[in-house]
């Protein structure tokens, strides 16, 4: 059974950092992508930043700059650094493994950017 867990999420002030986090338990095979995606009420899942298998990563414009996708392979850890955070980077952050065959979330953590 494959668990995605989110952490780091909490309420932090414009201009601050976060480093969210996504643990992996469970084997799983033929990865294609990993990523992160936020959501906010009344409003679609969007693509934050994302690793596609063999390539570099890509990152939507609104976050270009300030937010960086990593992984750690030994702790099966994929990690969002976010730096200079702005209100409107206020949502739930979602991590995803893509697979051929399946797609896994995890259950989301809450990033409030807030003075």
């Known amino acids: 059974q494959v668990q995605l867990v989110e952490s780091g999420g909490g309420l932090v002030q414009p201009g601050g950092s976060l480093r969210l986090s996504c643990a992996a338990s469970?084997?799983?095979?033929?990865?294609?992508?990993m990523g992160w995606y936020r959501q906010v009420p009344g409003k679609q899942r969007e693509l934050v930043a994302v690793?596609?298998?063999?390539?570099?990563?890509n990152y939507a414009d609104s976050v270009k700059g300030r937010f960086t996708i990593s992984r750690d392979n030994a702790k099966n850890t994929m990690y969002l650094q976010m730096n200079s955070l702005k209100p409107e980077d206020t949502a739930v952050y979602y991590c995803?493994?893509?697979?051929?065959?399946?797609?896994?979330w995890g259950q989301g953590t809450q990033v409030t950017v807030s003075s």
């Open positions: 995803n493994i893509g697979t051929p065959s399946y797609i896994y």
């Open positions: 469970g084997s799983i095979f033929n990865i294609n992508g």
């Open positions: 690793i596609i298998s063999g390539a570099s990563a």
